[in-house]
């Protein structure tokens, strides 16, 4: 089964600054999707922005991009000028169109904007 | 926009009473999952379905159950709640291929 790994358990960052969450992955596989989501303290888990394997261009939505690097398995989170609202635990999630229905979630990590 | 709903935010319920947690989604998609999440364990999904009356189990289907009769509805027992099954519940759904849309979520305590 894939495994998706996120090695930071806390971040922080400093209002206004740039973060960067690092995710990696392993599979054998050569189509597939990635995700990233954001859960909020006690509110709905939402999905910040998503990058197929196919493509080579790394994903943006409008502060947030990601940096995927297929070859090394890894697909970083960076958040630009940090806002408090960001603050979050954050899941990075990886699809299998193989499979069709397995999504495989990393552990997460929880972000803290300093004011 | 994707809206998955759940039946319930809170729940709080005795040891061995039978649970019925309910998730809708309105975007006509075949797959639904629930997943259960818990403190440094991330997501653990519990079980999902493909199509109405199907289901699958996932990683930890022990002690719950799953129906589902309509394509929008996918619902989770609980047959015998025990506190070990305190938790965040989540439902989500998911189009052929994309992501999942996750519902608010129902915190459940079992006293």
């Known amino acids: 089964a894939q495994t998706v790994t996120q090695s930071q358990p806390e971040m922080s960052v400093q209002e206004a600054e740039t973060v960067t969450l690092s995710c990696t992955y392993d599979t054998s596989e050569s189509d597939y999707y990635l995700f990233w989501y954001k859960q909020p303290p006690s509110r709905q888990m939402i999905l910040v922005i998503r990058?197929?394997?196919?493509?080579?261009q790394n994903a943006t939505e409008n502060r947030f991009s990601v940096n995927f690097q297929k070859a090394a398995k890894s697909f970083s989170l960076k958040i630009s000028d940090s806002q408090l609202g960001d603050a979050a635990m954050y899941f990075c999630a990886y699809r299998s169109p193989l499979g069709g229905n397995q999504f495989y979630f990393g552990t997460g990590t929880s972000l803290t904007v300093i004011p | 926009d994707v809206k998955v709903t759940q039946s319930s935010r809170y729940l709080v319920k005795r040891t061995g009473e039978k649970v019925f947690l309910e998730c809708v989604q309105d975007?006509?998609?075949?797959?639904m999952f629930w997943y259960r999440q818990d403190p440094g364990l991330g997501l653990r999904l519990i079980y999902f379905s493909y199509d109405v009356k199907m289901k699958e189990k996932g990683d930890i289907p022990e002690g719950y159950s799953v129906s589902r009769e309509k394509k929008e509805r996918f619902s989770l027992i609980l047959e015998s709640a025990s506190t070990n099954q305190t938790s965040m519940y989540l439902c989500?759904?998911?189009?052929?291929?994309?992501?999942?849309?996750f519902g608010p979520g129902t915190r459940l305590t079992v006293l």
């Open positions: 975007m006509d998609h075949e797959n």
């Open positions: 990058q197929e394997a196919y493509k080579q």
């Open positions: 989500a759904s998911t189009p052929p291929r994309g992501p999942q849309f």
